[in-house]
């Protein structure tokens, strides 16, 4: 299942970046490596877009069946539209408070174990995750390749929802039951984090 969910995903945005408007990869400068390594690392290094990513996942594996692929698909291929337009230079409102949010929110979804019809949790991560893929484009050095950075950015994203997906799966087979009564506490741990980051 998770090769699969990292497949499809990959797929996804392999498929959105190809396609996107040349316009918005205009920039030139030190070439792919240099943006694939730039995007990579820009997803770990501010905890509102680790945290975010990683509830993806964990609620992704909560909900269980066609969720644990098709939610983390979602994030991804939504947060590479919001890449596109960032580099663009698009302009979107309430970007921060949208990805300050989506910590807030999506871990109060895994604490509470909310399930929402699969299409409804679509919708819900993908509204975060153009907030995410947004803020991704527009903190692009000018010296990176559009195109590496964009590979870079959706490929740390998708390894962040996989380690979400397998936090459960390790939970189940060291504590067995009360692994659903973990991952809940893990999404109000992640709650009561974007509480913090939306006060400071």
């Given amino acids: 299942m998770v090769e699969r969910l990292a497949s499809r995903a990959g797929i996804a945005a392999a498929i959105l970046i190809a396609f996107a408007p040349a316009t918005a ?3 030139t400068g030190a070439g792919a490596a240099h943006g694939l390594i730039n995007g990579f690392v820009h997803p770990l290094l501010g905890w509102d877009h680790l945290l975010a990513m990683l509830a993806v996942g964990i609620y992704s594996a909560q909900r269980g069946g066609r969720a644990v692929w098709l939610l983390p698909a979602t994030f991804v291929t939504v947060m590479a539209i919001g890449g596109v337009l960032g580099i663009a230079g698009v302009a979107l409102p309430g970007v921060e408070s949208g990805i300050l949010a989506s910590v807030l929110v999506l871990g109060a979804l895994i604490a509470l174990a909310v399930r929402f019809p699969l299409a409804a949790g679509m919708a819900v ?8 893929g947004h803020a991704h484009g527009t903190e692009m050095p000018q010296a990176a390749s559009a195109v590496g950075y964009a590979i870079g950015f959706c490929g740390a994203t998708a390894l962040l929802h996989i380690g979400g997906i397998a936090l459960p799966t390790m ?7 009360g692994q659903a009564k973990w991952t809940r506490y893990a999404g109000a741990g992640i709650s ?9």
């Fill in 171 to 177: 939970l189940r087979r060291t504590i067995g039951d």
């Fill in 192 to 200: 009561l984090a974007g509480f913090i980051l939306l006060l400071g």
């Fill in 125 to 132: 991560v993908g509204l975060f995750a153009i907030f995410h």
């Fill in 25 to 27: 990869w205009a920039h």
